[in-house]
């Protein structure tokens, strides 16, 4: 069980990586709107980003609960991804179904906290930070762990300060953290970002616009 357990929170990971970037934030298409195929939850998520941007990334519809529909529209997908996995795996791996229902409690929890302490935010979650705060906002998909924006090549970071301790994105004692960073960057480095903001953060403001 412990197995499928730890492979159902690389899985989990990955949906994290491939749900941000196709489904919440949407594909461009040239001359028209971004495309995702649950249109709702992209525009609940550009209203977030919006949000986020205006209030030094604070977001008050975490305050107000379900009677926010953004909020609501996170925990009622939360729960039919968590669920439909559970179907799935079910027959696989136990362990798969823990780390499903486990890996979608914990991506509210991370989530709503982080937006409700930025502080802590930037110490626990520099990447997701990056995702909203950086010049670039198609970037850094990832929330709970940075795994996949490592293997994929989208962890852009904005400053040292916003630089994770190691690419597990989890506390370790300093030599191993040190020697894990050197080997993991070897092959899967991060991005830092391009001396040219205010360009990139007209355009990418303009992209949000664009799917309101």
């Known amino acids: 069980m412990l197995k499928g357990f730890l492979f159902g929170l690389v899985v989990a990971n990955g949906f994290e990586w ?7 934030h949407g594909t461009h298409r040239t001359g028209q709107p971004r495309y995702s195929p649950v249109p709702d939850s992209m525009k609940s998520h550009w209203e ?3 949000e986020v941007r205006k209030q030094d990334f604070h977001d008050d519809g975490y305050v107000q609960g379900i009677s926010n529909w953004r909020t609501k529209n996170e925990i009622v997908s939360l729960a039919v991804v968590a669920g439909a996995a559970s179907l799935i795996f079910y027959p696989i791996s136990k362990g798969m179904v823990a780390a499903s229902l486990y890996s979608a409690c914990n991506y509210y929890y991370i989530h709503r906290r982080a937006h409700l302490e930025p502080d802590w935010a930037m110490k626990k979650i520099p990447w997701h ?3 909203h705060m950086n010049s670039n906002q198609d970037a850094n ?9 490592y293997i994929l090549g989208t962890r852009v970071i904005s400053s040292i300060d916003l630089k994770e301790q190691n690419p597990l994105g989890v506390q370790l004692p300093t030599p ?3 020697w894990l960073s050197s080997q993991v960057e070897k092959y899967f480095p991060a991005k830092w970002v391009e001396k040219t903001p205010k360009l990139v953060h007209r355009e990418q403001e303009s992209s949000i616009d664009s799917v309101a």
Do not use: E, G, M, Q
């Open 176 to 178: 191993v953290s040190n």
């Open 48 to 50: 977030h980003h919006r």
């Open 141 to 149: 998909w990832c929330v709970t762990k940075p795994w996949f924006d």
């Open 129 to 131: 930070y990056d995702h």
């Open 18 to 24: 491939v749900a941000h970037k196709f489904i919440l």
